[in-house]
Each structure stands twice: as C-alpha cells, then as structure tokens.
C-alpha cells in the first residue's frame, strides 16, 4: 500500500542554518514525489516536483529510490520559510495524491 | 486569474444531516479533486474527476459523492454527517489529467 511518511512533527532552526525535511515513501512503482507548502493563513501551494528537478526558493529535493526517501533541503534557511510543509506521492496513473502529515518548520531569527 | 474558489468558507452543521460543498476551478481546468483534511493531518483524497466523469475515488464510505458539471465547477455531497466529518474539505483543480494541482482554500464544515 502507498504511504507518506514524514517523522517530524515540528521542526526548529535558527536563521542561516541549514533544513532538511524528511520524507520516505512505499510504494510499489515509479511514483512522482512533490512538495506542497502551506504558509500562515494561505492555501496549500506546490513548492517543487521531483521531474522538474527545479530548485524553488532555494529549496532542492532529490529522489532516492534506493532508500524510497524525497527529503526536501535547503543550506540557509530564512524567517520567511516558516510554514506547514508537506510531502506527496502521485501513483503512475497521476490521478491523486497521498499526502504525508506534515511536518511544520519554524525558522528562529 | 481567480484561482480555485469554494463555498461556502465555514459551515456548521448537525449529525445526520446533509451538505454541499461548491467549487469553482481556475478557468481552462478540466480537472477537479476532493480532500479532506482533519486537523493535524495531511489532506486524503476523496474524488477526482476529469471531463466530467470520475476518474478516480478514495477509501471513504458512500456516504461522500460528488458531481461536475459541464462548465467543469464541481459539488462534494455528504449524507447523514458524522462528527467525524468535521475537517476542512480542500478542492483542486488542474488544467489536464495528469498535471500539477492547485488547490483552494478550503471549506471548513464542523458537525455537532
């Protein structure tokens, strides 16, 4: 069965330090991963895609189908980063997602 | 450009009965899905629909349906409310069957 995991609640950083928001997936295929990122009071928006291989506000997420992981990074992190970030897999067939739980990162000044 | 837009914002409502949910897609979506987002978990998928037929219906009882119409608005019907129904329900549109989603803001339906 397909699922999203993402181990971390909540994560805390001080501005300039680097972030790494995990990710790890099952599923039994060749999923497309992506990132959807909700800031306070806004809708949930995309963020990156795995096939895009885009780096989007100096983020930059990297697929492991090794160790089935999409962990999403970025080596400065700013205040303005804070959000409720969440990690989703589309099976082949691109019609649904399944979202992971979510993991909120507050960036401290 | 208007983006995805639903209605009504917040709703209440008690157990047992009915609600209709609206959404309007990003004009040229021919694409629309349902999720259902409880409070301190990620959105699940309800319904998908493409060109006005289902395409594709997540693991909820049959209690939920839903509808797209021709001009590709689409409505997320749930019958005899559960508390448990009580989220915020999320709509997403997207131009063609397989592209990137973008989402409303949501419509928070609370049941008592």
């Known amino acids: 069965a397909q699922r999203v995991t993402q181990p971390e609640k909540l994560l805390s950083v001080f501005k300039g330090a680097p972030v790494e928001l995990k990710c790890n997936y099952s599923?039994?295929?060749?999923?497309?991963l992506f990132w959807y990122v909700q800031y306070s009071r806004q809708r949930l928006q995309l963020l990156l895609r795995?096939?895009s291989r885009e780096s989007i506000k100096g983020f930059t997420a990297d697929l492991n189908k090794g160790e089935t992981s999409f962990h999403l990074k970025k080596p400065f992190a700013q205040e303005e980063d804070s959000a409720m970030y969440y990690c989703a897999l589309s099976p082949y067939n691109f019609n649904k997602f399944y979202f992971g739980s979510g993991t909120k990162l507050n960036v401290k000044p | 450009d208007a983006g995805v837009t639903q209605s009504p914002t917040h709703l209440i409502k008690t157990r047992g009965q009915q609600v209709t949910l609206r959404c309007s897609p990003i004009?040229?979506?021919?694409?629309v899905s349902w999720y259902q987002q409880v409070l301190g978990q990620g959105p699940q998928f309800i319904f998908q629909y493409y060109e006005k037929e289902e395409r594709g219906r997540g693991n909820f009882p049959d209690r939920f349906s839903a509808r797209q119409f021709p001009n590709y608005s689409s409505e997320l019907n749930v019958n005899a409310l559960l508390l448990g129904d009580s989220a915020l329900y999320l709509c997403a549109s997207s131009p063609r069957d397989r592209e990137g989603y973008t989402f409303g803001s949501g419509t928070r339906l609370t049941v008592v």
């Open positions: 795995h096939i």
């Open positions: 599923y039994s295929g060749s999923p497309e």
């Open positions: 004009s040229g979506h021919k694409s």
